[in-house]
């Protein structure tokens, strides 16, 4: 079975959407100081069709990228899972608000025109397993931004596989369905893997389905090695959902990366 394929029709009900809220939270902190702050491109970003343009890279449920399209920004929510884009237009079209889903592999995606912010969260980008897979999305990301774009997303550091995912169990238990997450980590390879197994109500009965999700490790340097050979500038690293330097020991790393202001599209 792919992964999500049933886990995303209780995604947001199981409490994943609580990283959403919080990840809007630290956003307005944050965008702020990279110069979006309206529904217009502050002077040198660059103009795309007159207000902020935005894709929401691996966007799940849509829950970011629909708060991005309520700013009146033009919002492009792209995932590889069609189970979780259909819980995102879903969400979209109950709220009325817009934004242009498609799915797409995050190594490959194309947009209809650049943009200036680029967002990859909840350790999206881990699931990339060899450094070519993850130089591939970056230059995808480097060619889909206006120069002077902003590129944003999270990771999982070593730090948290060693911990959070080596050799533990986590359980949900909800009125209409359980779902049970068995973690893996081997510092060989830099590979974590999580087994969900969800029961999901039906009736009477519950259903079964299991799910294996795989993750990479991957050191800083490997990361802004990478983004300067796509063409983007690390420009700041933090301890997620704060303003601090990472240390060795911090467990999710927020990225800020920045596309050249020089230079033409590919």
């Given at each position: 079975m792919a992964i999500y394929e049933t886990y995303a029709q209780v995604y947001d009900q199981s409490g994943q959407i609580q990283f959403s809220i919080l990840m809007l939270d630290y956003l307005n902190k944050l965008l702020p100081s990279l110069g979006l702050t309206d529904a217009r491109p502050s002077p040198g970003r660059g103009k795309a069709g007159g207000e902020v343009a935005v894709c929401d890279l691996c966007c799940g449920t849509g829950t970011?990228?629909?708060?991005?399209?309520?700013?009146?920004?033009?919002?492009?929510?792209?995932?590889?899972?069609?189970?979780?884009?259909?819980?995102?237009?879903?969400?979209?079209?109950?709220?009325?608000?817009?934004?242009?889903?498609?799915?797409?592999?995050?190594?490959?995606?194309?947009?209809?025109?650049p943009v200036d912010l680029v967002t990859c969260f909840y350790d999206s980008v881990n699931y990339l397993l060899t450094v070519d897979d993850l130089q591939r999305c970056f230059q995808r990301v480097a060619a889909l931004l206006v120069p002077g774009g902003w590129f944003i997303f999270d990771m999982n550091s070593p730090a948290a596989f060693a911990t959070n995912w080596n050799n533990t169990t986590f359980v949900i238990?909800?009125?209409?369905?359980?779902?049970?997450m068995r973690n893996t980590y081997d510092p060989q390879t830099n590979l974590a893997k999580c087994v969900v197994t969800v029961f999901q109500r039906q009736g009477e009965l519950y259903a079964k389905s299991v799910e294996e999700h795989v993750e990479r490790a991957y050191a800083t340097k490997e990361v802004a090695d990478t983004l300067a050979q796509a063409g983007l500038e690390l420009t700041a690293r933090y301890k997620c959902f704060t303003f601090e330097e990472p240390t060795e020991e911090t467990r999710r790393i927020m990225y800020v990366a920045r596309r050249s202001t020089a230079g033409k599209h590919d």
């Open positions: 970011v990228a629909i708060a991005f399209a309520a700013r009146g920004w033009r919002v492009y929510g792209v995932d590889g899972l069609a189970a979780m884009l259909a819980e995102a237009r879903r969400k979209a079209a109950e709220m009325g608000i817009r934004v242009e889903f498609s799915q797409q592999d995050m190594r490959q995606f194309a947009l209809p025109k238990d909800q009125a209409d369905f359980s779902i049970i």
